[in-house]
Nanobody, 125 residues
Framework: DVQLVESGGDSVEAGGSLRLSCAAS????????MGWFRQVTGKEREGLAG???????FYADSVQGRFSISRNYGRTTNYLDMKNLKPEDTAMYLC????????????????????WGQGTQVTVS
């Protein structure tokens, strides 16, 4: 299995940047699909970015051009680089892993993911 721990959340001024990290462990981590999601109380969880087992990436329209997902060479950590942050980006950000086959078009679908971290809070003012 895979275990995930997010870090890097902070309070930041509008227009600023943050790098979120997701530390991943487990014997299947190198063959997992990874995704970043965010959730605000009372709203549906929103898929932001995904990276497939082959390295392909997919982004939500709302963050295209501002957010970037990547993984280190050993795939023990994945990152969400965020720039030009806006107050509406304020949310709990969660890292997720899917160990099976996930088509690119479903990388932002929360129901495809079975392994989740606890989340890291991002507040933009």
């Amino acid at each position: 299995d895979v275990q995930l721990v997010e870090s890097g959340g902070d309070s930041v001024e509008a227009g600023g940047s943050l790098r979120l990290s997701c530390a991943a462990s487990g014997y299947t981590v190198r063959t997992s699909n990874m995704g970043w999601f965010r959730q605000v109380t009372g709203k549906e969880r929103e898929g932001l970015a995904g990276i497939g087992r082959d390295g392909r990436t997919f982004y939500a329209d709302s963050v295209q051009g501002r957010f970037s997902i990547s993984r280190n060479y050993g795939r023990t950590t994945n990152y969400l680089d965020m720039k030009n942050l806006k107050p509406e980006d304020t949310a709990m950000y969660l890292c997720a892993a899917a160990t099976g086959v996930v088509p690119s078009r479903l990388l932002l679908d929360a129901t495809q993911y079975t392994i989740w971290g606890q989340g890291t809070q991002v507040t933009v003012s």
